[in-house]
């Protein structure tokens, strides 16, 4: 046991070695554990996925460009790694995990931190040659070749990763044509207009934009033909389907585990067996009364979570955490969020700017921010948000006031 800790964590097997299994690792060491710490993951190497729809036809693409820790690094922390590896089996009771290789690693703490899989349709074609997700460093690869200068492109999902493919398409020569059944999709995200000033900067980069189900997709002589409900066809070379995640629930699942869309975790990030914990985007929180929170979906949360289930599976305080923040790049600006833009509350614009930002505000205080192109801005409001500064509309709505000045007058 080290000296920081409440619970003797012994050797530590994360299944998992993205964003949320590192930052474990790397929280754990810092905390003092001392005991081995291994990293198990089916990829060859660690690497960060925002970059996949961004950077995918960049010279400089290359998995090492997205490494986010170093072969020095993980010596230097002294974490083992088994990659190449995919765990099979989970057996929570001995807390040992079996391996693709027929080997089993033993354990005495176990943190799941298996991410998602790339969500496909429940439609007829799904599964043709020419129909691609993207999740993995393999799946970019898979699309970056099968793209050329005016390869026909249908993207269906508007979402974060549909919306980022879409600008990375169009940069690349790309004729791309993105398919949503609503007209604003991200407005549970970033609130109703700046959704709707979002997507119309598709159009204004030369994206088509359809509102409509995709019904299914067919093979027609060299392509492939995408078919909406309301009976329209697009005609593609490559269907991209950016429509959400799976949890990777499965080994939880087999060892008799709680799992519920994710598997479920308490505030200390314990699963409902001794010894095994979870974090990231595979990661359901169950609060005391038995409600389940959203999973989260985003970068900063499955570093937090790593991190905070190192506390946990040291038995030590989990830190408190403030607004969620995420953010998303697309024809050429950044957008980012902060805190919630959906739900009870009075939505407040402030226009006078390039683009928009908006802000929610209940019960006299801020609970949400989107901006583009202004981080100083939502950086502002999140500590606004975090220690409950009452906020009036007026300031808000006013773009000569500085949400860095009322942060200060409030201190
Ligand atoms: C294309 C793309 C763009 C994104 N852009 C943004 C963005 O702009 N902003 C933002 O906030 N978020 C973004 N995200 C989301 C963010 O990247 C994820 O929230 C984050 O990667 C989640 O980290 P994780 O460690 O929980 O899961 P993952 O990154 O999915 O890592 C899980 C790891 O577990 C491994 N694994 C799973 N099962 C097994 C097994 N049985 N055995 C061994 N290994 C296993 C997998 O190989 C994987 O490496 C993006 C995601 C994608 C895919």
Known sequence: MTARS????????????????????????????????????????????????????????????????????????????????????????????????????????VLLATGGRARTLPIPGADLPGVHVLRSFADAIGIRDAVRNDTRVVVIGAGLIGAELASSLVRRGATVTLVDPVAAPLAPAVGELMAEHLHTMHAAHGVDLVVGITAGIETADDHLTVTIDDGRMLDADVVIVGVGIIPNSSLAEDAGLDVDNGILIDSRFRTSANRVFAAGDVARHRA????????????????????????????????????????????????????????????????????????????GLLVGAAAIDDNNLVRAARRLIDLRVPVTPSDLADDTVSLRALLKAAR
């Open 6 to 109: 409440g619970r003797d964590a012994g050797r530590v097997v994360i299944i998992g070695g993205g964003l949320a299994g590192y930052s474990a690792a790397e929280q754990l060491r810092a905390l003092g554990h001392e005991a081995p710490i291994t990293l198990i993951d089916a990829e060859p190497t660690s690497y960060d996925r925002p970059p996949l729809s961004k950077r995918l036809f960049e010279d400089d693409f290359s998995v090492a460009s997205l490494a986010f820790t170093t072969p020095e690094r993980l010596t230097d922390l002294d974490i083992g790694t088994l990659f190449s590896r995919r765990a099979t089996a989970l057996d929570p009771g001995a807390a040992s995990v079996a391996l693709d290789d027929g080997t089993v690693v033993a354990a005495d703490t």
């Open 288 to 363: 005391e009364d038995g409600s389940l929170r959203r999973r989260e979906e985003h970068w900063e949360a499955a570093q937090l979570s790593g991190r905070e289930s190192a506390y946990g599976m040291l038995g030590l305080e989990v830190p408190p955490r403030g607004a969620a923040w995420f953010w998303s790049d697309r024809h050429g600006v950044h957008l980012e969020a902060v805190g919630r833009l959906s739900g009870p509350g009075e939505l407040i614009v402030r226009a006078g700017g390039a683009h928009p930002a908006v802000f929610l505000r209940d019960g």
